[in-house]
C-alpha cells in the first residue's frame, strides 16, 4: 500500500507543460526540473527561499538544482499554504542569471 503525498501540488503540471512548450529545453534540465518538482511532495522548503518582499504572502521561490545552462537556469515560484497542505505553482520560467 502507498500513502498519499503529504503535500498537495497545484499547478505544477500545467506550468511544466507550458514551460516545455515554450523553452523546448533539454532532455537533463527537463527531468531536472520533473525531479524537483516531485520533491516538493515531501518538502515544499528544500532549497527555497521565502519572498520577504511579500510579507503577508507565502511565497516562495528557487532557482532549481542541475538547470544552469548557457548563462541561464529555471526559477520557480510557488505558495504554501500550511493548513491545506497545498503547494501552488504560480510561475516556471528560464531566466538570466543572475537571478
Do not use: K
Request: aromatic content about 12%; proline content about 8%.
Amino acid at each position: 500500500m502507498t500513502l498519499p503525498p503529504f503535500w498537495d501540488l497545484q499547478n505544477f503540471g500545467e506550468r511544466f507543460r507550458a514551460w516545455r512548450g515554450q523553452e523546448s529545453p533539454p532532455d537533463d534540465v527537463r527531468r531536472a526540473v520533473g525531479e524537483w518538482i516531485a520533491s516538493r511532495y515531501d518538502d515544499p522548503y528544500a532549497g527555497a527561499r521565502h519572498e520577504l518582499d511579500a510579507p503577508l504572502t507565502n511565497i516562495w521561490s528557487c532557482i532549481l538544482p542541475d538547470t544552469e545552462r548557457d548563462g541561464c537556469a529555471v526559477y520557480c515560484s510557488f505558495r504554501i499554504d500550511e493548513e491545506d497542505r497545498t503547494v501552488t505553482c504560480d510561475q516556471l520560467s528560464t531566466l538570466s542569471l543572475p537571478i
